[in-house]
């Protein structure tokens, strides 16, 4: 599923220094000639490629990005300073376009590509500048160039690493809020969810993974039934299923029977999403008491038919135990590369 992180971003370049009109003034000098030295040059507002940035959310976070400007020339042909650059590291990836004329501005395409998105005014020139075989004593400078403004939106598109499936109810959207920034709608109906969301969950600050939450799927999705089930064409490209059972559904279903249903719900969809490699977990594992808990999980696991190989984790969103194993089985699935499976990132 691609993922579009966006943020809208209010650039200002940084106005030039005036240029400055002044005559050389010294003991026994007469008539000193002109002096003035120009102005600083603005500073630039620019985008730069950085790897080790994956999102746009602390930007999106501190919109309005202002750059420096150029200090005004003085006497004694002393140039201003010119105004600080304002440099901003976004992600490899990200595709910026002009709010107002939606005209495409920069691709940032590659680590350490430097893209200038709102240029500085040139400093303005000193009256030092104006002196001529016929004019001895310019009273002309110019003024600063002006700053540059402008709205532009910033734009990542990401493919989700995690695609969630699971009977409505499983816990799936709640799963989501838990470990990421992504408040998708929870409640204890069925089909809480009507359209995917993404989460980016972070486990560290090295590692990353992009969580899709999809509506619950029933038994008849094929044809159908429930939302259907064409929500799910996004996450054929998704690296790993999660793949998210109650271990006592509130509905009083059987869980072994649910796990069948979505995956003959998967298979009618496509072959790519029953083949795509699946993590298996038990949600919930708070609501059973804890000296029943190793006793229901192999239980469970047993009922599902899986093959020894195949671990099933258990967690709870709400009491947060298991989370971290089931996110770490996760990244290791995902970064184990799988057939026809490419890196979508460095
Ligand atoms: N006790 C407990 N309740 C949970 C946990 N996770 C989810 N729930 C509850 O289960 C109900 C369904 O959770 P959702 O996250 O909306 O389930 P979903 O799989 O996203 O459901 P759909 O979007 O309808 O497919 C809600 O009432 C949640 O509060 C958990 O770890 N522990
Ligand atoms: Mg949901």
């Given at each position: 599923m691609l993922f579009i992180d966006e943020a809208k971003i209010y650039v200002r370049s940084g106005k030039g220094g005036d240029g400055c009109v002044s005559f050389r003034r010294e003991k026994?000098?007469?008539?000193?000639g002109p002096d003035g030295g120009d102005g600083g040059n603005g500073g630039d507002v620019v985008l730069i490629g950085d790897d080790s940035v994956n999102t746009l959310l602390p930007i999106a976070a501190h919109p309005h990005i202002r750059a420096g400007s150029g200090v005004q020339g003085t006497g004694s042909k002393m140039h201003g300073a010119g105004g600080e650059d304002k440099v901003i590291a976004v992600p490899v990836g990200t595709i910026v376009v002009d709010?107002?004329?939606?005209?495409?501005?920069?691709?940032?395409?590659?680590?350490g590509q430097r893209m200038i998105v709102a240029h500085g005014g040139r400093g303005g020139l000193g009256n030092?500048?104006?002196?001529?075989a016929t004019n001895q004593a310019p009273r002309e400078s110019t003024p600063g160039g002006e700053w540059e403004d402008r709205t532009l939106r910033l734009e990542l598109r990401l493919l989700a690493d995690v695609g969630l499936v699971g009977k409505?109810?499983?816990g799936k959207s709640t799963l989501v809020r838990a470990i990421s920034r992504a408040t998708p709608r929870v409640a204890?109906?069925?089909?809480?969810?009507l359209e995917p969301c993404l989460g980016i969950v972070e486990l560290d600050i090295q590692r990353r993974l992009v969580f899709a939450d999809l509506p619950g799927l029933i038994e008849g999705a094929a044809e159908?039934?429930?939302?259907?089930?064409?929500?799910?064409r996004h996450i054929?490209?998704?690296?790993v299923l999660l793949h998210l059972i109650e271990p006592q559904p509130m509905d009083g279903s059987d869980p072994a029977t649910n796990y069948h249903a979505i995956r003959s719900e998967l298979h009618r969809y496509s072959s790519t999403l029953a083949q795509k490699q699946a993590i298996i977990a038990l949600s919930k594992?708070?609501?059973?008491?804890a000296e029943q808990r190793q006793k229901v999980i192999a239980e469970i696991s047993s009922e599902?038919?899986?093959?020894?190989?195949d671990q099933v984790y258990a967690f709870s969103s709400a009491s947060g135990e298991g989370i971290s194993a089931l996110l770490e089985a996760c990244w290791a699935t995902c970064k184990?590369?799988?057939?026809g499976w490419t890196a979508n990132r460095s």
């Open positions: 026994f000098v007469p008539k000193g709010d107002e004329t939606g005209e495409p501005v920069a691709d940032i395409t590659a680590h030092d500048r104006f002196k001529s409505p109810n499983a204890d109906y069925p089909f809480t969810t159908g039934a429930g939302l259907g089930h064409e929500f799910l054929e490209r998704t690296s594992i708070d609501m059973i008491p599902l038919g899986l093959s020894d190989a184990r590369p799988a057939p």
